[in-house]
C-alpha cells in the first residue's frame, strides 16, 4: 500500500468520511451469537477522511495523511483495509446483477486516528460506498446497500447514513434524530490504540438500562446518559482520565467518551470556544489528537 498520493488524489470526485460521535452508548444485552446489543445517540463532526475516486486502467490505492502510516497493510487477495473490503464487495454485488464496476483510482487522506472510537475504519469503509455508487453511476435499492454495509461491520450502516441518529440493536436499527442540534464539540486522543473486543471483555455488566424517551432539551438530557464502554477503557487507557480532565478544564459543559475509545469530546458553548480550547490543548500535548469540529444537525441550540 504505497502512502503517496495517485491518480485519485487529483480528481473532481470525493467523499469525506466524517468522524462518529457516540454522544451516548448504553450496553443493553448480549445476543446468543455474542453480539452486544446497544442503545446510542451518535452524531457526526465536519471533520474526517477524505477520499478520492479516479478511472484508472488497473485499481490503485493510496494513502496519505497524518495517520496513514498506522493503516493496516494488506496481503495479496486478502485487502486488509476497509475501503478495499468496500470496493470488492460492492463489485462484487454490481457485477453478479449485470452492471459494470470498472477499475478505479481512490486516494484515502486518513485525517482520524486509527483504533480511536470516532469509527474511523467504518466511516472510510461507508464513504467509500457512496463514493464508488456515484462514481460507477449505480443506484442500487437502498436496503440491498444497507446490507452491503452491515456486512462490513456494525458501525458502517450508520456512518453511511452519516446523519444525527439513534442506533439500536448491533448498530443496524437506526433512526434519524432531526431535532439534535448542531454542536461544538473538541475531539481529544492520546494516540493510543484500543481493542473494541478487550473493552468489551472488561465489560462488568451488559444488561444497563436503555436510553428511555429522548428529551429535546439537549444538553441536559445527554448530562444523564452515559457511554458503558468508559469506565472499562479508563481501567485499560489511564490517558483517557487524563485527556477528559484536560477538556473539561477548558470549559466544556460535558465531556464523555465516544465509542470504545479512546477518543473523548467536550460540549462547548460556542465554535469559538472550542477552537481556542484545541489550539490550548495542543499546547500543552502537541504529541496528542486535538480538533474543534462542528457536528450536524440544526442551528447550534443552548449548550449549558
Not at 491518480?7 to 444485552?29: D, Q, R, S, Y
Not at 442540534?181 to 468489551?200: C, E, H, K, Q, R
Amino acid at each position: 500500500m504505497p502512502f503517496e498520493t495517485g491518480l485519485a488524489e487529483e480528481a473532481g470526485l470525493f467523499e469525506l468520511a466524517p468522524a462518529k460521535i457516540n454522544l451516548a452508548l448504553h450496553v443493553t444485552g448480549q445476543r446468543s451469537d455474542g453480539y452486544h446489543l446497544l442503545e446510542s445517540v451518535v452524531t457526526f463532526a465536519d471533520a474526517g477522511d477524505r477520499l478520492n475516486f479516479a478511472a484508472a486502467e488497473t485499481d490503485e490505492f493510496t494513502v496519505s495523511g497524518r495517520f496513514a502510516h498506522l493503516l493496516p497493510a494488506e496481503a495479496e487477495g486478502q485487502p486488509g483495509n476497509l475501503v478495499l473490503k468496500a470496493r470488492d464487495l460492492l463489485r462484487e454485488k454490481l457485477e453478479t446483477a449485470g452492471f459494470a464496476a470498472p477499475a478505479v483510482a481512490i486516494h484515502l487522506e486518513k485525517n482520524l486516528p486509527v483504533a480511536a472510537g470516532i469509527g474511523g475504519g467504518s466511516a472510510d469503509a461507508a464513504a467509500t460506498l457512496r463514493g464508488l455508487l456515484r462514481f460507477w453511476n449505480s443506484r442500487p435499492p437502498e436496503a440491498e446497500v444497507q446490507a452491503l454495509a452491515l456486512a462490513l461491520g456494525a458501525d458502517v450502516p450508520m456512518c453511511l447514513k452519516g446523519q444525527a441518529l439513534v442506533a439500536k440493536g448491533i448498530g443496524e436499527d437506526i433512526a434519524a434524530l432531526p431535532t439534535l442540534p448542531s454542536l461544538a464539540l473538541v475531539l481529544g486522543n492520546p494516540l493510543v490504540g484500543v481493542s473494541t473486543p478487550d473493552i468489551f471483555e472488561r465489560l462488568a455488566l451488559k444488561y444497563n438500562p436503555p436510553i428511555g424517551p429522548l428529551d429535546a432539551d439537549w444538553i441536559p438530557f445527554l448530562k444523564r446518559l452515559r457511554n458503558d464502554l468508559e469506565p472499562p477503557a479508563r481501567s485499560l487507557v489511564r490517558e483517557i482520565d487524563q485527556i477528559s480532565n484536560m477538556i473539561g478544564a477548558e470549559g466544556a459543559v460535558l465531556t464523555r467518551m465516544s465509542g470504545s475509545g479512546a477518543t473523548c469530546f467536550g460540549i462547548f458553548p460556542s465554535a469559538e470556544m472550542a477552537e481556542r480550547a484545541a489550539e490550548n490543548l495542543t499546547a500543552q500535548r502537541p504529541d496528542w489528537y486535538f480538533q474543534a469540529v462542528q457536528t450536524v444537525g440544526q442551528s447550534p441550540g443552548k449548550t449549558s
